[in-house]
């Protein structure tokens, strides 16, 4: 699995590709820069707004570093002497990354990482804050990709630690982003549970059995399971079953025997219990005028 950090996002000014860098990369170190901005309302403002795209919408394959540069990673840069920024350039692909030069030495960090450390024009920064800074957008970058990844429909913690890990994510990281997204409120289990347990039951013609086994597969816990399927009473449940059933039971031919077979064994299919399809299939059977009904057993 490719490393997200070292073979990509730092660079030597050495070894870049100066015409190439010409088009991708805006200079915001001058205060004329600045006084630009403000004369065109906010440029960065109106473009994230324009382009419709979330500020955490990375695109990796627009990263600019071919990944094969020896020179690349924050390891190579001086020990022991004080770095001070000489330049900010603002990258135009990805969106919302800056390159940060120190000389002869840059790297490419998130807007929010560059604003929180102000990494402005002058600042100095020894190696070793440079280093905890480089953690710092490894971290605001998983995050935004679990963002990316909620911003489509809720996900619950086991979910979104997997994605993070198929992107390539240390266990580190995926650590920090799930504690944020947890005390944010945009990650919560529990909440998942109920919903999830209370939609399919209801709307969607599944039984507690074949919800049990999804929240499962999503890696919700065993407690919170239970306590989401206990939020869903029995009547919704049977009426649920009885919907299903009867509709089943209007387009199914044969003699009764043949009829209550091939009801049972769908609504089983289903997820409902063996005790909740006798009860649906007495009340079939009642109304469709059969006496002597046994309960159902599951073939």
Avoid: C
């Avoid at 219990?273 to 009860?279: H, I, P």
Wanted: no cysteine; glycine share 10%; net charge negative.
């Amino acid at each position: 699995m490719e490393q997200r950090y070292g073979d990509r996002g730092y660079r030597s000014h050495t070894n870049r590709n100066k015409e190439s860098d010409h088009s991708e990369i805006v200079d915001i170190s001058e205060e004329s820069f600045w006084v630009q901005e403000k004369k065109s309302k906010n440029t960065y403002g109106s473009y994230a707004k324009k382009s419709g795209e979330n500020r955490y919408d990375l695109e990796e394959n627009d990263n600019d570093s071919n990944g094969n540069d020896e020179n690349n990673g924050v390891g190579l840069f001086p020990d022991d002497i004080d770095l001070e920024i000489t330049s900010v350039q603002m990258l135009k692909r990805p969106k919302f990354r800056y390159r940060i030069s120190f000389g002869p030495y840059s790297l490419e960090v998130h807007e929010d990482v560059m604003i929180k450390y102000r990494m402005l024009k002058g600042t100095v920064f020894s190696k070793i804050e440079l280093t905890e800074i480089v953690l710092a957008d490894e971290r605001q970058r998983g995050y935004g990709d679990a963002l990316q990844y909620l911003s489509r429909k809720p996900r619950t913690g086991f979910e979104i630690s997997m994605r993070l890990k198929e992107k390539g994510w240390s266990e580190e990281t995926i650590a920090y982003v799930m504690d944020r997204l947890t005390g944010e409120g945009l990650v919560n289990d529990a909440l998942y549970a109920q919903e999830w347990a209370g939609q399919r039951v209801k709307n969607r013609g599944k039984g507690k059995l074949w919800v049990r086994q999804e929240l499962r597969q999503k890696g919700v816990s065993k407690p919170l399971i239970e306590e989401a399927l206990g939020e869903v009473s029995e009547e919704d449940e049977y009426d649920s079953a009885m919907q299903l059933g009867a509709k089943k039971w209007k387009t199914t031919s044969g003699e009764y025997l043949d009829k209550k077979r091939k009801v049972g064994s769908f609504l089983m299919r289903r997820g409902f219990s063996g005790g909740l399809v006798s009860r649906v299939l007495r009340e079939l059977a009642s109304k469709d005028g059969a006496d002597g009904v046994e309960d159902w057993e599951e073939e």
